[in-house]
């Protein structure tokens, strides 16, 4: 509604407000004096029809009067008034108490002040240090004069602050903003040098989905071709479920069990003779790496063996025994040839992993050997490890706060976080990425996932957008065998 229509009609409304409180206040008069039944009904009827005409009049002039709050807020807003769109949006709260859509905006209202006084006080003493940033320091420092609400303007945010607190120097601090700027140049939005540049220095945490392989085979290893291959050896061959769905049945059936299920996932795997060349440009990282894989091989372990890159795998019980319990961690070393061993989970920081030049491998799902296991005990021991069957799923919802190391997750808060080739599209992957964002909801960067474009004329799929914008997690389009390359040849 046009402005002065707007104010014509907010002064309509207030005008017969005042008429009908007279007209009230005449018949409530009128009732006092009159002593005849019949005419103190009729006036009755009238006190009841004004006082209704009065309560929509209110109503509607409430209404009116909230529109031209929220125009004024969202007005205020754009220009960076935050504390008057938040006196507005205070009115719109008192006048209608409990409301969901002022609470939501007071509370985004405030976090956008607070950064606003905190962007101040870091841009002043940014200039201090123009110096030592001065091919990012002009742009930096318009970016942070103008604060929203987005995870990226808090985490550019903290790491300025961090740059000046001298917890990053010059070099890493550039380096970490020209992967937060956007890349016009790229064609997706991401640059891709200073994105290997923080990943060659272990900065980003990588989760690496099954669609990693997929990418660098020349057959198809997507999920529903393992399932049908498990159906098929069974003879079930009219199923049509997922790979959780055909576990559970083959666990459900007395004739055939979990050992049977893993002889034939060992079977549908990938050798490990296949050459994924994401793993190898990691393998050829000098610093230890953080690495989760939802994957049940073991290409990368293999591929980082092959280039002497030691590591730890790490993998959470899932079933618990008399010797271990749910949350428990099972860690192998790399270049140990003694069995894996089962850690409570606060044993973990002990090991020093990391201080010690070991790269973290954290199988989420657990892992199938493709190679024969000849020890009983490690067997049973991985076997409890691994999350594959609907039931294994429901556990690990359930615990899915003792089951993902605490350990882990503070290594999740001062790093980036980068989703590679995983798509969540059943419920079960879901739950995977949701129970790590939880875990680690206090870190100080967002999250992005490259590589879950559509394929081969598949369309987008909403479900997976709209999962991963309410999860807050930024999506870049494009191959990200890209990335290779750049991995490779970036010097560090």
Same mark, same amino acid.
């Given at each position: 509604m046009p402005d002065d229509l707007h104010?014509?009609?907010?002064?309509?409304?207030?005008?017969?407000?005042?008429?009908l409180a007279e007209k009230l206040a005449r018949l409530h008069q009128?009732?006092? #004096?009159?002593? +005849?039944?019949?005419?103190?009904?009729? @006036?009755? *009827?009238?006190? /009841?029809? !004004?006082?209704?005409?009065?309560?929509?009049?209110?109503?509607e002039l409430l209404t009116l009067q909230q529109s031209s709050l929220i125009t004024e807020a969202a007005q205020l807003k754009r220009n960076g008034v935050y504390l008057k769109a938040l006196a507005c949006w205070q009115q719109i709260q008192y006048i209608y108490p409990g409301n969901p859509i002022a609470e939501q905006e007071i509370a985004a209202l405030e976090n956008l002040h607070a950064n606003q006084t905190k962007a101040v006080d870091?841009?002043?003493? #940014?200039?201090? +240090?123009?110096?030592?940033?001065?091919? @990012?320091? *002009?742009?930096? /420092?318009? !970016?942070?004069?103008?604060?929203?609400?987005?995870?990226?303007?808090?985490?550019?945010?903290?790491?300025?602050?961090a740059f000046l607190?001298?917890?990053?120097?010059?070099?890493?601090?550039?380096?970490?903003?020209?992967?937060?700027?956007?890349?016009?140049?790229?064609?997706?939005?991401?640059?891709?040098?200073?994105?290997?540049?923080?990943?060659?220095?272990?900065?980003?945490v990588l989760f690496l989905g099954s669609d990693v392989v997929s990418a660098y085979c020349d057959e198809p290893h997507e999920e529903r071709t393992l399932v049908g291959k498990l159906a098929k050896q069974i003879g079930y061959t009219d199923f049509d479920g997922t790979l959780?769905?055909?576990?559970?049945?083959?666990?459900?059936?007395?004739?055939?069990?979990?050992?049977?299920?893993?002889?034939?996932?060992?079977?549908?795997?990938?050798?490990?003779?296949?050459?994924?060349?994401?793993?190898?440009a990691l393998a050829k990282i000098n610093v230890p790496l953080i690495l989760i894989s939802s994957g049940y091989d073991n290409l990368l372990e293999s591929t980082f063996q092959a280039a002497?890159?030691?590591?730890?795998?790490?993998?959470?019980?899932?079933?618990?025994?008399?010797?271990?319990?749910?949350?428990?961690?099972?860690?192998?070393?790399?270049?140990?040839?003694?069995?894996s061993q089962v850690y409570p989970e606060e044993a973990l920081s002990r090991l020093r992993l990391l201080e010690s030049g070991y790269s973290i491998i954290y199988k989420i799902r657990g892992t199938c050997e493709t190679s024969d296991c000849h020890d009983a005990a490690e067997s049973l021991l991985r076997r409890d490890a691994m999350t594959l069957s609907e039931s294994n799923y429901f556990s690990f919802a359930r615990y899915a706060d003792r089951i993902i190391p605490d350990y882990l997750a503070r290594q999740f808060r001062n790093r980036g976080f980068l989703f590679i080739g995983y798509r969540p599209k059943?419920?079960?992957?879901?739950?995977?990425?949701?129970?790590?964002?939880?875990?680690?909801?206090?870190?100080?960067?967002?999250?992005?996932?490259?590589?879950?474009?559509?394929?081969?004329?598949?369309?987008?799929?909403?479900?997976?957008?709209?999962?991963?914008?309410?999860?807050?997690?930024?999506q870049y389009h494009f191959d990200f065998r890209e990335l290779d390359t750049y991995l490779e040849g970036v010097t560090v």
């Open positions: 104010q014509q009609k907010l002064r309509d409304l207030q005008s017969r407000q005042v008429m009128q009732y006092d #004096l009159e002593t +005849r039944v019949e005419e103190q009904m009729r @006036i009755e *009827k009238g006190i /009841a029809d !004004t006082q209704a005409a009065v309560y929509r009049v209110e109503t870091v841009v002043k003493r #940014l200039a201090f +240090r123009m110096k030592d940033i001065k091919p @990012i320091f *002009k742009e930096l /420092a318009e !970016t942070l004069k103008q604060p929203d609400g987005s995870p990226e303007y808090s985490a550019m945010l903290e790491q300025t602050e607190d001298g917890e990053l120097d010059a070099s890493d601090f550039m380096d970490w903003y020209a992967v937060m700027k956007p890349d016009t140049n790229s064609g997706h939005g991401v640059n891709l040098e200073a994105l290997a540049k923080r990943v060659q220095k272990g900065e980003v959780s769905s055909i576990a559970e049945y083959y666990q459900l059936r007395s004739d055939l069990g979990v050992a049977s299920l893993l002889d034939n996932l060992r079977e549908s795997l990938p050798d490990a003779a296949r050459v994924i060349n994401l793993y190898q002497g890159k030691r590591f730890v795998e790490l993998a959470s019980i899932i079933n618990r025994s008399e010797d271990y319990d749910i949350g428990h961690v099972v860690v192998s070393y790399s270049d140990h040839s003694k069995p059943k419920w079960e992957d879901r739950l995977l990425v949701s129970a790590l964002l939880e875990k680690r909801r206090n870190a100080q960067e967002p999250c992005y996932v490259v590589g879950n474009a559509p394929q081969g004329g598949e369309k987008p799929n909403l479900l997976e957008n709209a999962f991963w914008d309410y999860r807050n997690v930024k």
